[in-house]
Nanobody, 127 residues
Framework: QVQLVESGGKLVQVGGSLRLSCAASGRTFNSYAMGWFRQAPGKEREFVAA????????YKDSLRGRFTISTRNDAETTVYLEMTNLKHEDTGVYYC????????????????????WGQGTQVTVSS
């Protein structure tokens, strides 16, 4: 069974930067898509970004340019989310997600069809 473990969430000031990591374990992946969702207080979980093992990526339109997703697949399959110029509205719990499909998995993740979720990591942006 796949396990996703996020890390990197913390309190950061407005305008600051943060990098989140998510490591997948439990099986070997030759083809996959991994991504990030977030949930702000009182709001529904929303798609942030996703990347496939082939290197294709999708972003929520409003976050493109500030957020960058990347992945590494060696001894461990890991996805990163680099966030810059953070704003109050970026506050929330960030969840890692995985699809067992590659480029097709990007479409699935965007639609919220996920094969595995992480437990979430809290990001708080304050003044």
């Amino acid at each position: 069974q796949v396990q996703l473990v996020e890390s990197g969430g913390k309190l950061v000031q407005v305008g600051g930067s943060l990098r989140l990591s998510c490591a997948a374990s439990g099986r070997t992946f030759n083809s996959y898509a991994m991504g990030w969702f977030r949930q702000a207080p009182g709001k529904e979980r929303e798609f942030v970004a996703a990347i496939s093992s082939g290197g294709s990526s999708y972003y929520k339109d409003s976050l493109r340019g500030r957020f960058t997703i990347s992945t590494r697949n060696d001894a461990e399959t890991t996805v990163y989310l680099e966030m810059t110029n953070l704003k109050h509205e970026d506050t929330g719990v960030y969840y890692c997600a995985l699809s067992q499909f590659g480029d097709y998995g990007l479409d699935l993740l965007q639609r919220g069809t996920v094969d595995a979720w992480g437990q979430g990591t809290q990001v708080t942006v304050s003044s």
